[in-house]
């Protein structure tokens, strides 16, 4: 086993304008930035016309905390303004060829219960280098601390505040390439999944409270929001469905008292997630002692197919501020 905390760790004030806050990220990720940007071109090769109609977007789209991000980045990068607002929609639009095998998140209940999380993704290795600790401070005092990817600070995948601790399993869209354009393009006034989990990192929220705003939450796109509080049996998974469909689908499983644990992985439809989740819940079954996080890690989240070609690391999530994400690798 490798243990690491990726990248640096940054502080971010909210209370700065945007080109203050994150100045201290360039130009030492511009390189990796465009990088990035140029894999995600060449694999979904968006057509001009996509493009075209995302810079209409900066006309009318309502969320101008991400378009000014959008913005300072794209300066800062030398990369145009569409490209970047295009990788902010990661979770939307996916890959058609995506070689992920797709995220595992164990919800494990105790006095303070916490997540163990593989993160899967193509072409993990850019991804590892722009993974940071983000830690955003606001009056002086820390709000919440994400797992973020430099290039999507405004949509993250992973995060915690004192009250609670959310990760994200993304979930492959079952329509195709051009309704997912459509569902960006038409509809800016509902949010993306990962524009939601910001939002809520900073909100002053406790959990009970998460979960009631969670049963009325419609987003962009659909994925497993997997949520722990700083309380035992505070622990659940919700299934979020997108606007696409005709009638919104909301899923939501607590832990019961005397469970040990909840599971998700990214979607019964597929083979590959059915057979992480019953190697998973095999290997959970085995465990005598749920107290110990690196026990999760190394007897479950290490096992094959839950770690795979495709896993970028492997996580523990908490409640507790004082501490950044510890991040393994294997």
Known sequence: MVQFNPGCIYYFDLDLPMKQRYSQLFPKYAPLVRKYCQIWLETNKPSQEHLNDLKKLFETHPDKELL????????????????????????????DDSLSMGCTSILINQEKPYIVRNLDWDFNDV?????????YIK????VSIHLAIVSQLMTPH??????????????????????????????????????????LSVTNH????????????????HGLLNIVG??????????IND???????????????N???????????????????????????????FSNPMKIVENVAFQYPNYNETTILTTILNCELSLPFDVYIK
């Open 68 to 95: 000014e991000f959008v913005k300072y980045f794209a300066k800062e990068c030398g990369i145009d303004e569409s490209i970047i607002l295009y990788i902010q929609f990661m979770y939307d639009f996916g890959f």
């Open 127 to 135: 991804i590892r280098a722009l993974t940071i600790n983000a830690i």
């Open 139 to 142: 009056n002086k005092q820390v």
């Open 158 to 199: 992973t995060i915690k505040n004192q009250s609670y601790a959310i990760s994200l399993n993304f979930l492959w869209p079952q329509y195709k390439v051009e309704q997912q354009w459509q569902s960006v393009l038409q509809n800016v006034h509902i949010p993306s999944i990962g524009r939601l989990i910001y939002r």
């Open 206 to 221: 406790i959990y009970d409270d998460l979960v009631n705003v969670l049963k009325d939450v419609i987003v962009q796109h």
């Open 230 to 239: 700083n309380k035992k049996n505070q622990c659940a998974i919700f299934y």
């Open 243 to 257: 606007w696409f469909n005709t009638q919104k689908y909301q899923f939501q499983h607590e832990i019961k008292s």
């Open 259 to 289: 469970e040990n644990y909840l599971l998700s992985t990214n979607g019964d439809y597929f083979q590959f997630s059915i057979d992480r989740y019953n190697a998973a819940t095999e290997n959970l079954k085995k465990q005598q002692d």
